[in-house]
């Protein structure tokens, strides 16, 4: 199959913002999709590349060659450089990449370019992820939604269910069942503005558990006697470098086991370490329990768990929450994240409020009755964090691609430098824009460019405040004021507000 169709479908379901009309793209193109192309078109579609690393960065794709007047890549061929070039390695690789990058760029028409861009970058913005191609597959092989991203579920990728509902129907899609050793894919939680409408989310009055949310790494952990796999949110193995991690689930009772969680730090203080703290931390060291507090050796990454999903050969994913959390506190005393069980509104608040005070991000509220929804964001867990909102300054915009392409899309904030004077760069979005802000914005920065807008990224005049919600705030040595926010996403453009009175690089630091 040539890419150029690939593109030409993608193009389509950029181009429409109905859920139906992208599905059915996906599913006409699926369905003449020969075989052996079929798991390389569905990972692209979803707007990835097979391989979670290629060596190629911005820099390599600076300087494209002149692209192809037609075209004549086909997808299998396209796989087959990818791999080539992630398999490189040792002196002269660099030299090596670049000149197949190149061969195989040049081979590709401007659109094909655009769309191998993006897919090295992880930029496809085509308003498509793999829940609506998994969607895809299933209308394309005639089978219920519900059994695809189930079979997805449990096997961790989307690409190989997608070959066995088209070879093989609902039989095959049947035969995935979850397997202590192979990552699932996490469930996932939506997001309410304040604990009252969590609980409306869930179902007024129903029983819940208001879980605390941790800061940390999102960990799954597989046991087969004495091997256990501790595998992140995109299903990473990181067991290599979380030894304590692996000891402590080494200690618990069960011989087979998966849980979910998250990997820690609690600090000398009782107060949890920063994402950024935990995800640097090299930890070997082996903590079978919680922290001790009362000890100087606390920087020790451990496991605290939310959920089981098997132990001992009994699934559990089908069980109601209320049986799982029951499970894990046998098998897991001590080692379970703090909770609160309840239907009243105002325990569910205090214990929010109570959270937030002691430095974690804020609750997940989740429904006792629900099933484990693995790969799956619904309304069974809904998260509430803390809003934080600082007012900015719009230092340079970006044109966008895909639906956006036209319009001056992703924005690059600055906080005021008090001292210095001048602005200081923390980070660029474009969520949270709506068509109207995307058309409103594209004017305004068109007349406050400062050199044309011919240009990728067009600087403009630091004039227009916006006011911007975000999670949190990290560091970071990518911007000049060494922090950078979390979850950016824009609420409103600030007219009444001029640049002067904007927030400060020592207000955002503060928040660090």
Do not use: C
Request: proline content about 5%; hydrophobic content about 45%; glycine content about 8%.
């Amino acid at each position: 199959m040539l890419l150029a169709d690939v593109v030409a479908t993608s193009r389509a379901v950029a181009a429409t913002r109905s859920r139906l009309a992208k599905r059915a793209a996906i599913a006409e193109l699926l369905a003449a999709t020969p075989p052996d192309a079929l798991e390389v078109v569905v990972t692209y579609l979803a707007g990835e590349l097979r391989q979670r690393r290629t060596g190629l960065g911005w820099a390599s794709m600076r300087d494209l060659p002149d692209p192809a007047a037609e075209p004549s890549l086909d997808v299998v061929d396209v796989d087959a450089a990818f791999e080539t070039m992630a398999a490189m390695s040792g002196p002269g690789s660099a030299g090596a990449r670049t000149d197949a990058a190149a061969a195989l760029f040049g081979a590709a028409t401007a659109d094909e370019q655009a769309y191998l861009r993006g897919l090295v970058s992880g930029d496809v913005r085509q308003g498509a992820l793999d829940s609506v191609v998994a969607d895809a597959v299933a209308e394309a092989a005639g089978l219920p939604a519900a059994d695809v991203r189930r079979a997805v579920m449990l096997r961790g990728a989307l690409a190989p269910v997608a070959s066995a509902a088209l070879s093989g129907g609902a039989e095959a899609v049947a035969g995935f069942r979850l397997e202590a050793g192979r990552a699932v894919r996490p469930m996932l939680a939506s997001s309410a503005p304040d604990v009252a409408a969590a609980l409306e989310k869930i179902g007024a009055g129903s029983p819940t558990s208001v879980d605390t949310k941790l800061d940390g790494i999102r960990i799954q952990v597989h046991r087969v006697g004495d091997d256990v796999r501790v595998y992140t949110r995109s299903l990473d193995d990181i067991t290599e470098r979380v030894g304590s991690i692996v000891e402590a689930v080494r200690g618990l009772s069960a011989d087979t086991l998966v849980l979910d969680g998250e990997a820690v730090v609690i600090e000398q203080d009782g107060r949890p370490a920063p994402f950024q703290d935990i995800a640097s931390l090299g930890a070997t060291r082996v903590r079978p329990e919680a922290p001790d507090l009362s000890s100087d050796d606390v920087r020790v990454l451990s496991p605290v768990f939310f959920d089981v999903l098997h132990v001992d050969g009994e699934d559990l994913i089908d069980r109601p929450l209320s049986e799982r959390l029951e499970v894990l506190d046998r098998l897991a005393p001590g080692l379970t994240v703090p909770r609160l069980r309840t239907a009243d509104g105002a325990e569910a608040t205090t214990f929010f409020d109570d959270v937030v005070d002691r430095g974690y991000e804020g609750v997940v509220v989740k429904a006792l009755d629900a099933p484990y929804e693995a790969g799956r964001r619904g309304a069974a867990w809904v998260k509430v964090k803390p809003r934080h909102t600082l007012d900015l300054v719009v230092l340079a915009v970006e044109w966008g691609s895909g639906r956006r392409k036209g319009w001056l899309s992703n924005i690059h904030l600055g906080a005021r430098d008090p001292d210095g004077g001048g602005f200081v760069m923390l980070g660029k979005t474009f969520k949270g824009m709506t068509d109207e802000i995307l058309a409103w914005q594209t004017e305004r920065f068109t007349e406050l460019a400062t050199d044309g807008t011919d240009d990728w990224v067009v600087t403009v005049r630091p004039e227009q405040v916006v006011e911007i919600a975000f999670d949190g705030v990290q560091r970071s040595p990518r911007y000049p004021g060494g922090v950078a926010l979390r979850f950016a996403r824009v609420l409103r453009y600030r007219d009444d507000k001029p640049a002067a009175e904007a927030d400060t690089i020592d207000a955002v630091r503060a928040l660090l």
